[in-house]
């Protein structure tokens, strides 16, 4: 079977060219290892509109439940699959997975990005061992315990959020001493009175035989090194583009963001879209990448009628 489209990626960018997808009456595939997008992590998302608040989880949960009820017999849902690349093919395009490959005519890729790794000393090592990059999955077995979450960013503190639900005490270090978390995440998060930050802090190393026992930063501004003793740290340090399968057939920034025309959200490739996290779109967020991908979605349509 050659499909009209192959969506790729489970977040919100991937869920709307989904429901657009179906409302177009789009054969489509739509492939996606989980639903989990950057989100998942989050305590509680805010800014999603037309809801209030929602957590993470909740908000995955929600985007599946939307696909599932709109997909019906034209967009074919297969989870638990990765793709793998992505070539030129007779009909269009191939995309293989790790479980099979598939013909589609057009491609949208929203894959999204996976979470950047602390490269320092131990933290390889120790990684599952005291050191994780999940709050929301980790954040329970340390309870009581003092931990670091090294970061600047929203997930930086919401991550701080989760976490002094049921830790002693929270340490947020953070490099510099500005940060890109929201003005007001971070207000919430800071009248916890068993919550620091520690600015111009940057990690050297992490510390532990079996499991880990500290944190060492290099404090900046007065050169020197400090050792915190600690049982968990976790890391939440940015994301990398999710785009290796792609990379030989569209134009990527030095980042490996996908490079996309704003208008219409078409690659350097005709035939191939991207929209959410993936791209090189100066902001990125929920409502940014679902728009990404109703407009991409509207493009392909067009694209796809006028053969």
Same mark, same amino acid.
């Given at each position: 079977?050659?499909?009209?489209?192959?969506?790729?990626?489970?977040?919100?960018?991937?869920?709307?060219?989904?429901?657009?997808?179906?409302?177009?009456?789009?054969?489509?595939?739509?492939?996606?290892?989980?639903?989990?997008?950057?989100?998942?992590?989050?305590?509680? &998302?805010?800014?999603?509109?037309?809801?209030?608040?929602?957590?993470?989880?909740?908000?995955?949960? !929600?985007?599946?439940?939307?696909?599932?009820?709109?997909?019906?017999?034209?967009?074919?849902?297969?989870?638990?699959?990765?793709?793998?690349?992505?070539?030129?093919?007779?009909?269009?395009?191939?995309?293989? =997975? +790790?479980?099979?490959?598939?013909?589609?005519?057009?491609?949208?890729?929203?894959?999204?990005?996976?979470?950047?790794?602390?490269?320092?000393?131990?933290?390889?090592?120790?990684?599952?061992?005291?050191?994780?990059?999940?709050?929301?999955?980790?954040? $329970?077995?340390? !309870?009581?315990?003092?931990?670091?979450?090294?970061?600047?960013?929203?997930?930086?503190? #919401?991550?701080?959020?989760?976490?002094?639900?049921?830790?002693? =005490?929270?340490?947020?270090?953070?490099?510099?001493?500005?940060?890109?978390? +929201?003005?007001?995440?971070? +207000?919430?998060?800071?009248?916890? $009175?068993?919550?620091?930050?520690?600015?111009?802090?940057?990690?050297?190393?992490?510390?532990?035989?079996?499991?880990? !026992?500290?944190?060492?930063?290099? #404090?900046? =501004?007065?050169?020197?090194?400090?050792?915190? $003793?600690?049982?968990?740290?976790?890391?939440?340090?940015?994301?990398? $583009?999710?785009?290796?399968?792609?990379? #030989?057939?569209?134009?990527?920034?030095?980042?490996?963001? &996908? &490079?996309? #025309?704003?208008?219409?959200?078409? =690659? !350097?490739?005709?035939?191939?879209?991207?929209?959410?996290?993936?791209? +090189?779109?100066?902001?990125?967020?929920?409502?940014?990448?679902?728009?990404?991908?109703?407009?991409?979605?509207?493009?392909?349509?067009?694209?796809?009628?006028?053969?």
């Amino acid at each position: 079977m050659i499909y009209d489209l192959a969506i790729i990626g489970g977040g919100p960018a991937g869920v709307a060219a989904g429901v657009y997808a179906a409302r177009k009456q789009l054969r489509t595939i739509f492939i996606t290892k989980d639903w989990n997008s950057q989100s998942t992590v989050s305590e509680g &998302i805010e800014n999603w509109i037309g809801t209030v608040k929602i957590s993470g989880l909740e908000f995955a949960n !929600s985007l599946k439940k939307h696909l599932e009820a709109y997909a019906g017999e034209f967009v074919h849902i297969h989870e638990g699959e990765s793709c793998i690349n992505v070539a030129k093919s007779d009909s269009g395009f191939n995309v293989k =997975t +790790d479980k099979d490959s598939y013909e589609a005519r057009t491609i949208l890729v929203a894959s999204g990005s996976h979470r950047r790794k602390l490269e320092i000393p131990g933290a390889d090592r120790l990684e599952h061992k005291g050191l994780t990059y999940c709050a929301s999955c980790d954040g $329970p077995l340390y !309870s009581g315990k003092d931990v670091v979450v090294v970061g600047g960013g929203n997930a930086a503190f #919401d991550s701080a959020a989760q976490l002094l639900a049921y830790c002693k =005490t929270v340490t947020l270090i953070n490099r510099s001493d500005k940060f890109r978390a +929201d003005p007001a995440t971070i +207000d919430a998060v800071s009248k916890n $009175p068993h919550f620091k930050i520690i600015k111009n802090a940057v990690p050297k190393e992490v510390k532990g035989d079996k499991f880990v !026992s500290s944190f060492v930063y290099t #404090d900046t =501004t007065s050169n020197t090194d400090v050792e915190l $003793p600690v049982t968990g740290i976790f890391v939440e340090i940015g994301s990398i $583009p999710t785009t290796s399968f792609v990379k #030989d057939l569209v134009n990527i920034d030095e980042y490996g963001h &996908i &490079i996309t #025309d704003p208008r219409d959200q078409r =690659t !350097s490739q005709s035939g191939i879209w991207a929209a959410g996290d993936c791209t +090189d779109g100066l902001y990125h967020q929920n409502n940014i990448a679902a728009g990404d991908a109703v407009k991409a979605l509207e493009d392909i349509y067009l694209f796809l009628k006028a053969k």
